[in-house]
C-alpha cells in the first residue's frame, strides 16, 4: 500500500510540476496569461526557477512518512514542506546555492518578540553561509533609526560574527538589515559600538523609492491611524496608538487589567485597515503593508518585496533566481513576507527550529548537487 500511494503521489506532484514548467515558458515569452497553470489558478504569480516537486516529495516522504500514513492524508503542513524543498532543489540546480539569503526576524529567527541570543542555532548556519561568501540579510518590521536597538535583537550573530572577523575565520562579511519592511538599512561594521552602520537612503533607494515623498507618506499613515482608531472603538480593545516616522500601529495599552488581543480581533484590524487604506487616493500611489505582529497591528510604508530589490540592487543587482528570502508569514491577509515573493525565490516555515532545518537541507542538496 506504501508503495502504491508512494507512486501515485509522485505521479501527481510530476504533473503539477510539468503545469509549471509549462507556466515559466509562457512567462519567458511574456505569454503567461495563456499557461494552462494561470488558467486554473488565475492568481498564480512569477516563478524564479522550476520547482522540482517530485524530487522533493520523495525527500520529505522518506523524511516523513507520508505516503505510509493510512488515516492521515497529506497535510497542509507536508504540502508546504515539500514545496520548500522543491524550491531550494530548483535554485541549486539552476545555479548553486544563493547569492542572497535574507530572513525575517520573528518567529523565523527567534521566537516571537524574543531576541537572537548566543546560544541560537541558526547563528552558526549564518556564519558558515557568510563564510563561504553568501550574503545575508535580515528583512525585518522593527523600524529603528539607532543601530543600538538592532544591536540589542541581534545580539549573538552581530557578536559571533566579531569573534569570526578577529581570529581570522571570516573575512569582509556582508551582513545587512533592513529595518521597517524597506525603510532603513544598516550594514555589518566591525568599527561600530554596534557592529552596525546606519546607510543613508541615499546610497540605497531604488528609483521608485525617490517618490515616496513625505507628504505622501505622512497622508497615508493619516489615513491608517485613522482607520485603526476606528477600530479600536468599534472592536472594544484596550489598545494605544503608537506613531513612527514611515509607519502606525496599535500595541496593548499600559493598563494592567488590559489582555492579550485575540486573533479575531487582531485580523479583523488588519483587513478593514488595509481596505480603507488601499481605497484612499494616497493608497493608490504609495506601496504600503498591513500586518498582524502577533501582539500589535501595524501599517509600513513599503513592503518586504521592496526591501528585498533593495538589497538586490545594493549587493550590485543579483536576479530574485539567486535570492532566497526565508519567513513565517506568508498567509495572504495580514502577512508581511507575503509580498517578498514578487522579488525573488521564498521558503516559508513556521518556528525557528524548521528555520534551522531548511540551512541544514540547504547545505545537504548543495553537496549532492555537487557530487553529481
Known sequence: MALRANRRYGEIMQDVEELINDHIVHQKRGTQGRSKLKLLVPSVGVFFTPIL????????????????????????????????????MGIIEEGGPPELVTFDGDVTLYNDGECLTADNPVIRRILDMLIQGTRIAIVTAAG????????????GLLEAVSRAVKNGELNDPVLLVVGGESNYLFSYDQSSPYLLKYIPREAWMLDEMKAWTDD????????????LRDCITNLGLSADILRKERAVGIIRSNDPLAGKFTREQLEETVLVTQQVVEISPVGHVLPFCAFNGGNDVFVDIGDKSWGVLACQNYLGGITGSRTLHIGDQFLSAGANDFKARSACTTAWIANPVETVRLLDELVRHSA???AE
Open 53 to 88: 516537486l517530485e524530487k522533493a516529495f520523495h525527500f520529505q516522504d522518506a523524511e516523513r512518512r507520508i505516503s505510509s500514513r493510512r488515516f492521515v492524508a497529506p497535510s497542509f503542513n507536508d504540502i508546504r514542506l515539500i514545496l520548500n524543498t522543491a524550491q531550494i
Open 216 to 227: 505622501k507618506i505622512n497622508t497615508l499613515l493619516d489615513v491608517a491611524e485613522e482607520a
Open 368 to 370: 549532492r548537487n555537487t
Open 144 to 155: 529603528y533609526l539607532e543601530a543600538e536597538k538592532y544591536h540589542g535583537r541581534l545580539i
